[in-house]
């Protein structure tokens, strides 16, 4: 009999919802995927300002010649998926709640499961080099890399898929 292997996986906003989820059910591995890491009591609304992100993305846009921090979504979001892909991603956006901005990380502590750290190296959202001090400082880790933009799961889905199926071999029962 094949033993289920849980992994939650959190990406960009879902990491504040991936940590909550880690928190309250038995899983085998906490993945964020070029995500927030929430501190413990820190509303999402702050994350930006608490970590600096403003700045990063000002600094990097500086060295990329805007790309980072564009208003364009194609850039910013969608570089290195396929443009009918994105073009696709984007027709079915929708408006978000301001709520979840507002209630604050409720845990007392950080979940007891291993946890990783996909970081994009290009990622024109979150500066590489940003999110490689976010996630030493807040995770105590080194992230593994991939050589992707902010949707990997739309841009490299094999080569991210392939990292999650290590994860979960690696940190799953047996």
């Not at 504040?16 to 009591?41: K, S």
């Not at 978000?96 to 007891?112: F, K, N, Y």
């Not at 992230?143 to 290590?166: F, K, N, Q, T």
């Amino acid at each position: 009999m094949i033993e289920a292997i849980w992994v939650v996986v959190g990406q960009s906003f879902g990491g504040f919802t991936a940590t909550l989820v880690a928190d309250r059910l038995p899983v085998d591995a906490l993945v964020f995927v070029t995500a927030m890491i929430p501190a413990l009591g820190e509303r999402s609304s702050d994350w930006f300002a608490n970590t600096g992100c403003s700045e990063a993305v000002a600094v990097q846009a500086q060295r990329d010649g805007g790309q980072t921090g564009s208003d364009d979504p194609l850039v910013v979001f969608y570089n290195g998926v396929p443009r009918a892909l994105a073009e696709e991603a984007l027709s079915k956006g929708r408006s978000q709640s301001e709520t979840p901005g507002q209630v604050a990380c409720p845990l007392d502590e950080w979940p007891d499961v291993p946890t990783k750290f996909v970081l994009c190296t290009d990622d024109h959202f979150f500066p590489p080099d940003f999110m490689r001090r976010v996630v030493s400082e807040r995770l105590g880790i080194t992230p593994d890399e991939i050589a992707a933009g902010h949707c990997v799961a739309l841009g490299h889905p094999r080569e991210l898929a392939a990292m999650l199926v290590g994860y979960a071999a690696a940190h799953g029962p047996g």
